[in-house]
């Protein structure tokens, strides 16, 4: 099995290398300039030139809030939008696999349940209405794809919740976290080896919800890096969304039912506070060191 990666410069793409590249898989890592989702004529060339079978895109824009400015909202709407029924057209017709990553902001949060793969999505923000837009373009080619929707991802190489609050607990007395938005962590290493396994044991096609076991607020979620790092001089206090502004806004309920990954997997995915720990020991240790 030959897999490209788009996206090998991102947070999760970074780990998709790692894992990958653990299991002797030969990974082709064309650049951003090479293969720009804004510029549909590169991904036709890249299909027409490369012999791979699988298609990894881990590519997307990502910035949640920069969605909301009018200035950005055409290019952030290609990248993750319009850019994915090209790759599921070119992916279709080459007879390749498409695995493609989506959110937790393509549902509104009102459920009161964890949501499943087959609920309606409901973006409230325009970052979420991009994504949705990407997994419909998918569906509607319906090629071999794997659409995995993860939530609050964190690992090394990218911007992320627990670096933040490891970098202001070091830096200030006291942290505002709101409180009233629960769901799952993610580590980019267990989201990476989920997609390996899907790809390993040629699991069914079509969409799947992965995270870490376990479901939590914001704030608790800061609490435990808290607790796991012993960095307790600052004081961490719980705050409504409303406090905070920000100027997309975020569902209240991101948690996702596992079931379906769970039996992909054979066993449910490892804990959210297990997987923290290890980014907090090896990862987050060896790149302060
Ligand atoms: N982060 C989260 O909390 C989270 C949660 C749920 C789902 N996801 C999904 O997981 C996937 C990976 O996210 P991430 O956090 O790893 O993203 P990331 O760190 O922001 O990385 C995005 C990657 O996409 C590349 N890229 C951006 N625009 C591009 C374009 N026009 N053409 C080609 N490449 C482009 C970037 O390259 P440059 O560095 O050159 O710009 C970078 O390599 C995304 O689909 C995202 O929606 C993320």
């Known amino acids: 099995m030959k897999i490209a990666l788009l996206g090998d410069t991102g947070m999760l793409g970074a780990k998709i290398i790692e894992v990958f590249k653990a299991q002797n898989q030969e990974l082709l890592t064309p650049s951003h300039s090479e293969v720009d989702l804004n510029q549909p004529h590169t991904l036709e060339k890249f299909f027409q030139s490369q012999s791979f079978d699988v298609l990894v895109n881990c590519a997307a824009f990502t910035r949640v809030d920069a969605c909301e400015e009018p200035a950005k909202f055409s290019l952030a709407l290609n990248v993750n939008g319009t850019a994915l029924g090209w790759l599921a057209k070119f992916c279709k017709k080459s007879g390749r696999i498409l695995v493609h990553y989506s959110t937790d902001y393509v549902f509104n949060g009102r459920k009161e349940e964890p949501y499943l793969e087959t609920d309606p999505m409901a973006p409230i923000n325009t970052y979420g209405r991009t994504k949705s837009q990407g997994e419909k373009l998918i569906l509607a080619e319906n090629p ?14 990218g911007r992320n919740f627990v670096d933040t609050m490891v970098g202001l607990f070091k ?3 006291r942290v505002e976290v709101v409180d009233d938005q629960v769901g799952g962590p993610t580590y980019t290493g267990d989201l990476a080896q989920f997609t390996w396994d899907l790809l390993a044991k040629k699991a069914a096609p079509g969409t799947y919800h992965f995270a870490n076991s376990g479901y939590v607020s914001w704030y608790g979620f800061a609490k ?28 209240a309920n ?17 804990g959210w506070e297990e997987a923290l720990k290890d980014y907090l020991t090896k990862e987050l240790k060896s790149e302060a060191a």
């Open 144 to 157: 071999h794809f794997y659409l995995i929707r993860s939530s609050w991802v964190y690992g090394p190489k």
């Open 171 to 173: 830096n200030r007395s």
């Open 224 to 251: 435990e890096i808290q607790r796991q790092t012993g960095l307790s001089r600052c004081d961490v206090v719980p705050v409504s969304s409303e406090r905070v502004f920000r100027p997309a806004e975020r569902p």
């Open 254 to 270: 991101s948690r996702f039912d596992l079931t379906k990954s769970t039996q992909a997997l054979g066993q449910p995915p490892r």
